[in-house]
């Protein structure tokens, strides 16, 4: 698998997510596929950066500018599909080869959080099915990787809080730059003995057998 894309749902989007949306979408090369999924689409058209698919069950649709879907790969389904948009985003992006994701308007609005939970398991599934996956969910105070059988490196993000979520039944755990490091940790899923740790240096490595999700956020 190969390539990036960048998905945007129809989440929670403030001023300083637009700001990093912009300057990622600009800066990363090469060009990562767009997707936008149903009422995602509004965020792209605030950047006035165009897609090139809009996955779409019509339930959410934003009120889209004359002319924005001109050349857009346009994906409708029915709302009683058995599958979430987000779902049929990672789909796309499985069918295209794409390793590298990163999901942008992830964080809910309202009472959505099963659309969170679930998205955060389907990210779950696919780790654990399809080799050399990445994923990465973002915003301006908030990033959430899945980590298979291998290691992150956290450059710059000193001060950072982190936790380590279990995704399988049980994980080996080392860190280092961390207020409290870990050598070979045994966590069960279930266990929040890994929440609230602190990345101390400019350097922090997370290292991880088994599958499992890492969060930071600044303090």
């Known amino acids: 698998m190969a390539g990036t894309a960048f998905i945007f749902l129809n989440g929670l989007y403030v001023k300083e997510d637009y700001r990093l949306i912009r300057g990622l979408v600009r800066c990363t090369h090469p ?20 897609p090139d698919h809009w996955i779409s069950d019509l339930d959410s649709t934003p009120r889209i500018k004359r002319g924005f879907l001109k050349n857009i790969e346009v994906h409708l389904f029915s709302a009683d599909k058995e599958k979430t948009d987000a779902e049929l985003s990672l789909d796309l992006c499985a069918a295209k080869g794409i390793a590298d994701i990163t999901i942008f308007g992830w ?49 710059s993000h000193k001060g950072h809080r982190l936790s380590i979520v279990p995704l399988s039944s049980r994980i080996s755990l080392t860190t280092s730059g961390t207020k409290y490091p870990a050598r070979g940790l045994i966590i069960r899923a279930g266990q929040t003995v890994a929440l609230r740790n602190e990345i101390t240096a400019q350097r922090a490595k997370i290292t991880v057998a088994g599958l499992a999700l890492s969060l930071t956020a600044p303090p």
């Open 31 to 50: 060009r990562p596929l767009l997707i936008a999924v149903d009422g995602g689409l509004a965020a792209l058209q605030k950047l006035a950066v165009r």
């Open 107 to 155: 964080n809910v609005r309202g009472a959505e959080t099963d659309h969170l939970l679930g998205t955060l398991m389907l990210s779950r599934n696919l780790t654990r099915a399809k080799r050399g996956l990445h994923l990465r969910f973002l915003t301006s105070r908030q990033e959430i990787r899945t980590i298979k059988n291998g290691s992150i490196i956290y450059n």
